[in-house]
C-alpha cells in the first residue's frame, strides 16, 4: 500500500486573464518510508500540490489517499501528517522546549508522553541545550531544527516540507539537507520535499517528481533523470550547467550538427533529431574529433567551462583544471556513444530506443 496517492488531481485558479492550471491532473502514488522531492521552477505547481495532500487546499478534482485512506475531503488535523514551512513559524514569545511540545499540548497529549518525546527530539535534533531560549536568541539552523521538532514529535508517518532551506545561507543548507536526510531514514518517515533546488532533489531525494505549468515531466529516481532524461525540458533542468541540445541534419556520412561539415556523429536517420550531450562528458582533444570554435572560457578553479560555436549552436564543455584556449581558438571536441541522448525535433520526448542504441553504435 502506497504511503500517498494522488490521482488525478486538480487545481484552478480564476484570474483577470482566465483560467490558471496550477496542478493539471497529476497522478503519483508514493511508498511508505521514503523520501520524495516535488521539483520544478516557480510557479510550476510543486507548492500548490503539497498543500492539497496537506489539506491547505481543496483540490478541484481527483482523490487523494494516504496510507490507504481518502483523505480529499478531510481537514488538514485529520489526515496524520506534519508540515515544516518555509518561514518556520515559530511563535517568538515561547521557548524552544514550548515550540516543540505546541502541537501536543493542543491535542491534550499526557504531561509524561510530553516529556518523553521532548527528551527524545530534543537530543535527536541536538536542541537539549537550548530548550529555554526564545526563536529570536537562535540562528537560522537552530530555528530550522525547532521547527523540525515540532514536526517529528507529533510522530505522524507523513511529513511535509515547504522549502524549509530556502532562508539559509550556503554551506548551512548543505549541513541541513545531510541532517534531513539521516532524520527521515532513522525515524522511517514518509516525506515530501518542495524545492526548486535540483541539488536538494539530487542529493536526498529516493524519488524525485519533476514538475512544470502544473504537469509532471518526469517521475524517477535521481540517477535516471539524469541519465535517460525523458524530454528536452528535464534534460536541462537536471544538470549544471545544464545539458548541451544540439539539432542534426543530414551529412555525407550521416548526421551531422547543423550548420557544420561534420564529421557525423549519428546515423543518417537521425537528422532532424537533437543532440544532447552533457558539459561534464565532453573531453578536449589535440587536433582529432570534432572541430568547434571557442567563444569564452570560464576558469572555475576545479574545472574550466569552455562554451563553443559549432555549427548553428552553441556548447559547452566542463574539463577539469585550467586550459590553454582563449576565444577564437580551435577547440578538438571528443564523447563517448553512451553520453549521446536523442530527442524528437519538438523536445517532447526521447527518440525511440533503436535510435539512440544506433547513436551510441555509431559514436
Known sequence: ?????????????????????????????????????????????????????????????????????????????????????????????LSVAENIVFGLRVRRVSAADTATRLKRVAELLGLAQLLDRKPGQLSGGQQQRVALGRAIIAEAPVCLMDEPLSNLDAQLRQDM???????????????????????EAMSM????????????????????????????????????????????????????????????????????????????????????????????VEYLGADSLVTCRLGNATLAARVGGSVGLAAGDTAWLSWAGSAQHLFESDGTRRADAERNEAATMFA
Open 1 to 93: 500500500m502506497s504511503a500517498i496517492a494522488v490521482d488525478n488531481v486538480s487545481k484552478h485558479w480564476t484570474t483577470r486573464e482566465g483560467r490558471v492550471h496550477a496542478v493539471d491532473g497529476l497522478s503519483f502514488a508514493l511508498e511508505p518510508g521514503t523520501l520524495n522531492v516535488l521539483l520544478g521552477p516557480s510557479g510550476c505547481g510543486k507548492s500548490t500540490t503539497l498543500r492539497l495532500i496537506a489539506g491547505l487546499e481543496q483540490a478541484d478534482g481527483g482523490r487523494i489517499h494516504i496510507a490507504g485512506r481518502d483523505v480529499t475531503d478531510l481537514p488538514p488535523a485529520q489526515r496524520n501528517i506534519a508540515m515544516v514551512f518555509q518561514s518556520y513559524a515559530l511563535f517568538p514569545h
Open 205 to 296: 531525494a529516493d524519488r524525485v517528481i519533476l514538475l512544470n505549468a502544473g504537469r509532471i515531466e518526469q517521475n524517477a529516481t535521481p540517477v535516471e533523470l539524469y541519465e535517460t532524461p525523458a524530454n528536452t525540458f528535464v534534460a536541462r533542468f537536471i544538470g549544471t550547467p545544464p545539458m548541451n541540445l544540439l539539432p542534426l541534419a543530414e551529412g555525407a556520412d550521416g548526421a551531422v550538427i547543423d550548420g557544420s561539415s561534420g564529421p557525423a556523429v549519428a546515423p543518417i536517420d537521425c537528422a532532424g533529431l537533437t543532440l544532447g550531450l552533457r558539459p561534464e562528458h565532453i573531453t578536449l582533444l589535440h587536433g582529432e574529433g570534432v572541430p568547434a570554435m571557442v567563444a569564452a
Open 177 to 199: 539537507r545531510a541532517e534531513i536526510r539521516s532524520l527521515q531514514r532513522a525515524l522511517g518517515i514518509t516525506m515530501v520535499y518542495v524545492t526548486h533546488d535540483q541539488v
